[in-house]
């Protein structure tokens, strides 16, 4: 496929990882995959990775004195080591498994919410506010709105201007000394706005609040380093990084997951059990009970040596012209009106967008019928689209993969659409 832009990536060669893309769909339509904000297509390499553990190395983590026992260990222990590295975390102890972002999200805000944590700082309660913003996905409003029902702390959140950004108008009377968290997003899953965290951490530290970030879209597609974001806790998703399904991180500080108890409780989590009571591991072990996801922890790490081999500053650029080209390609067909930011700056490679007088399913069914993959709704932020007064949007999402071609057929498809519904 054609790549008109002076892309530093060879995704001709890039894409060649990736047997999906090779795919033809009903009607003989070359595949155009752009929902990569719903997950991302997996290289030949995560699946070499999934394959090569299962059939040579399978067996249980931390468990076994056997060769397999110590081999795979060394596999999911190795993977917490190159992920932590492609964060910058401090330690490879602050590195968390969970199921997925959603989990690790709710991790920070039940353990908040037991009351068991020794420090204060670390307790919701009467009287504390929990700030989060209404351009969240569900996985960062739903834990929240739970945890604030059990403790009786109340929930406040920044509003969006009408050109899809965070309002921080408001910021130091939201943000304010009964504040014990504040958890935001750091790029939208369905505005593609990339929020400028500073002023927020900032202003959070200055009031002794917690910062949290879904990053479950960043970390795919631009280097994020968790010391210069100087957030507290980050969370992001195996899938959506050319990994498996079944695996997310949670970072935070040390002294942060240090100081909050533990989770869910179960094997490996524990220093000594009896019927009295526990005690319970050092992190991240505290944090990650049972039989952890031990392939998809391998993938996710063959996923983060792919990635790096890459060099994210390049997936970065790539995307940021493909943005740039598909918002001109928009611009030119008449009745789609994009909801969010319409220029690239400040924004990622996902695209929601309305067509007049035509529901987004029904776009979205035409445009699948020509091969071209996107995604319709609300994109598990209903807020937003309450906000901007629709029901819901049509969604292109881009990736390390993705050509000018897909974005032409893309805008090829709408002139489709809006012929057949004329």
Known sequence: MANDLTSPLDVDRIRKDFPILDRRLAG???LAYLDSANTSQKPQAVIDALTEHYARHNANVARAVHQLGEESTAAYEGARDRIAAFVGA???DEIVFAKNASEAL???????ASGLADDPR???????EIVISEMEHHSNIVPWQLAARRTGATLRWFGLTDDGRLDLSTIDELINPRTKIISVVHQSNILGTVNDLAPIVARAHEVGALVMADASQSVPHMPVDVAALGVDLLAFTGHKMCGP???GVLWGRGAVLDALPPFLGGGEMIETVSMEGSTFAAVPHKFEAGTPPIAQVVGLGAAVDYLTGLDMAKVYAHERELTGYALQRFAGVDGVTIIGPDTPEGRGGTISFTVDGVHPHDVGQVLDEQGVAVRVGHHCAR??????GIPATTR???YLYTTTDEIDALADGLERVKRFFR
């Open 396 to 398: 292109a999402s881009f």
């Open 383 to 388: 807020p937003v689209c309450v906000r901007y």
């Open 245 to 247: 399904t079944g695996v």
């Open 122 to 128: 670390y307790r919701l309660g009467p009287g504390d």
């Open 106 to 112: 709710n991790l920070v805000a039940n353990t908040l």
């Open 90 to 92: 401090a330690s490879r």
């Open 28 to 30: 003989d339509h070359a």
